[in-house]
């Protein structure tokens, strides 16, 4: 059973939620949680399909679900984190970093860009970033523990 992502995996799902029927341009992030240490699962309102999640496990895999774990009745800090940056925001953008095992997607809200950095490689991270600074990094958060 394949237990990792690689890099024409990562493509292939980049491309679909890029660009298509099931595209994420567009959509509204809804509430982020945290249901595992290593794992966020980022609810999104899609215009003209409904509701759906977008399920990371950072150094491993990201998909869209409708089946999801159940989460924590108190979010841990780091779900909190993105939701006070995030939530209600649009994603703008879906793309592949130098065709490597890392996602960004972008999001604009109130004004504001900020990139999402998904790491399906190795112990992974989940990170953050000010669109508009590359060097500067706003918020990161490890979901390793």
């Keep these: 059973m394949k237990q990792d992502m690689t890099s024409a995996d990562v493509a292939?799902?980049?491309?679909?939620?890029?660009?298509?029927?099931n595209s994420l341009i567009d959509a509204k992030i809804g509430k982020i949680y945290q249901p595992a240490d290593s794992e966020i699962r980022i609810n999104l309102y899609i215009f003209g399909k409904g509701r759906?999640?977008?399920?990371?496990e950072a150094g491993r895999r990201a998909h869209m679900?409708?089946?999801?774990?159940?989460?924590?009745?108190?979010?841990?800090?780091f779900p909190m984190l993105l939701r006070k940056h995030v939530l209600g925001g649009r994603i703008t953008?879906?793309?592949?970093?130098?065709f490597d095992r890392i996602i960004e997607i972008g999001v604009v809200r109130g004004g504001t860009d900020?990139?999402?950095v998904l790491e399906l490689f190795s112990s992974g991270n989940i990170v953050l970033l000010d669109a508009h600074e590359p060097g500067n990094v706003q918020r990161t958060q490890d979901t390793e523990r």
């Design 12 to 21: 292939a799902l980049v491309s679909e939620l890029a660009s298509g029927p």
């Design 52 to 56: 759906d999640n977008l399920v990371v």
């Design 65 to 77: 679900s409708q089946y999801i774990r159940p989460s924590p009745k108190m979010p841990q800090s």
């Design 93 to 98: 953008f879906i793309k592949q970093y130098d």
């Design 114 to 116: 900020t990139v999402l």
